[in-house]
């Protein structure tokens, strides 16, 4: 490194024999104390000025110590000692005996001032010390002059007193590091003993799971054969009835038919109860087949793009006959053009039907209403009635097979139509939502995406 002129020194000795070694460890730690240092950094920038000034004493039979304190980048202001050797340093450069010396201060190396080549060491002057201005200079060098040297022996004791108190520092610091490491070891067999019973428990918690997964999967397996042996005995059983019921409806349909010797009044009723009775059984029996497709997945979808104006039409003719009660006005709302949407037609009519016919049936007095609207990329049928309302409890429940809302409007039907519909809904994409409160009518929501499934 280069240097700058130097200032005025704060004190200035020289080294030529051993003795003076003494003399400037104890004069390098008198300028740490007057500049403020602590006592620690005191000993360890003495201690380094004895390791060179021995060092430069053997290498060039001596050196020029002058001391200084400068202004850092950092900030901070620096006590700084330069010692100049006698003879010119082999090669220019300078390497301590001692590795230990470096770590004592916080710059060890060579400099060039003024054309000499010194070796400088410094050290960091605490922040809370006195700011070094020229009057605060001056007296720190009057008060080192005030300050007589002491002899050899005064250094070496004050060294041992050093010496002792570092190593009852040491000695201290030994027994805290002693006990922490107890205390640490305490501790890990703490935190040993902790991490084994997680472990433990993590085990047995993660056995526990895979019993459940297995017993999960089991029930699974279980719950998927009952639903297919469930589906095959609707099939089965709906198939075989269809002949039987169709025969009977049949032999009714020739019993009441003008060609056939005429039947008494009770007769033609008892003919015409057993007719309806048979065609009930029939709507159940189609019901049945169409559920248990629907729930073994072999509906097969037949998707184009359906215009939903001609769709709404039909619904709008073929229900208006089963709007037998005067009191109540069908609506079909005509939807907005361009009304497209990528569905399959026939399973779509067969939900709105559906919903349409359920509103017709229990409701007594006012509208049932069918509306559709595009939103974004869905479109979204509202059947509206004015019926006499689903409580919220049951919201759920009359999307189950069979279960039919109790009450006094309670109307003939198998329980099926519903929970069929919102499998339909549920095969095109969509969902099957109902809104609906006691005393203010039922809204079902038909959700369907304008892409298709």
């Keep these: 490194m280069t240097g700058e ?17 003494f003399v400037i460890r104890q004069r390098g730690r008198e300028v740490a104390a007057v500049v403020g240092l602590e006592h620690q950094d005191q000993v360890r920038i003495a201690t380094a000025l004895s390791e060179v000034a021995r060092d430069l004493l053997g290498m060039s039979g001596g050196a020029d110590v002058t001391f200084h304190i400068d202004a850092g980048a950092d900030g901070r202001h620096h006590l700084r000692a330069d010692l100049a050797p006698v003879t010119p340093l082999p090669a220019g450069h300078y390497q301590p005996q001692s590795g230990a010396v470096s770590r004592l ?17 410094s050290r960091r002057v605490p922040a809370n010390a006195p700011i070094p201005t020229p009057e605060r200079l001056a007296e720190f060098r009057s ?39 107890e205390e640490l070891a305490e501790t890990n067999r703490g935190v040993l003993a902790l991490y084994n019973q997680l472990t433990e428990e993590l085990e047995e918690t993660n ?36 002949a039987p019921v169709t025969a009977i409806i049949g032999l009714g349909r020739l019993l009441t038919d003008s060609a056939s010797d005429p039947l008494t009044d009770e007769q033609g009723r008892q003919v015409d109860l057993i007719r309806s009775s048979a065609a009930d059984l029939l709507n159940l029996v189609n019901e049945l087949l169409d559920l248990a ?37 069908l609506v ?37 209403r069918l509306r ?49 519909a919102r499998r339909l809904v549920t095969l095109l994409g969509g969902t099957l939502q109902l809104t609906s409160e006691p005393g203010r009518g039922s809204t079902f929501h038909v959700s369907l995406p304008v892409g298709g499934a």
Excluded: C
């Excluded at 201060?105 to 060491?121: C, F, I, N, P, Q």
């Excluded at 005030?146 to 060294?159: F, G, H, K, V, Y």
């Design 372 to 420: 559709a609207h595009r939103q974004g990329d869905r479109w979204t049928f509202e059947v509206s009635d004015t019926g006499p309302g689903i409580a919220p409890e049951l919201h759920d429940r009359i999307f189950e097979e069979f279960y039919q809302v109790p009450g006094a409007t309670r109307v003939g039907g198998t329980g099926l139509g519903l929970p069929y």
């Design 5 to 21: 002129p130097a200032a005025q020194p704060l004190l200035q000795m020289a080294l030529r024999v051993e003795q003076d070694i």
């Design 105 to 121: 201060v916080d710059t060890l190396g060579v400099a060039t001032v003024e054309g000499v080549t010194v070796v400088r060491m």
């Design 207 to 242: 056995r526990g799971v895979v019993a459940l997964y297995a017993e999960l999967d089991e029930k699974s397996a279980q719950l998927r054969a009952a639903s297919e042996s469930k589906s095959r005995f609707l099939a089965n059983v709906s198939h075989e009835l269809r």
């Design 143 to 181: 008060e080192l002059g005030r300050i007589a040297p002491a002899s050899a022996l005064d250094e070496l004791t004050a060294q041992n007193g050093q010496l002792i108190a570092a190593l009852d520092e040491v000695r201290s610091q030994r027994d805290e590091l002693a006990v922490l490491n």
């Design 293 to 329: 497709k629907a729930e073994s997945g072999r509906i097969e979808l037949d998707l184009s793009d359906v215009d939903l104006r001609p769709v709404f039409g039909q619904l709008r003719g073929t229900l208006r006959a089963l709007a037998t009660r005067p009191e109540v006005e």
């Design 332 to 368: 079909v709302e005509e939807p907005s053009a361009p009304a497209l949407l990528r569905t399959d037609e026939v399973l779509l009519g067969q939900v709105l039907r559906n919903l349409l016919h359920n509103g017709l049936k229990f409701t007594e007095r006012g509208e049932v």
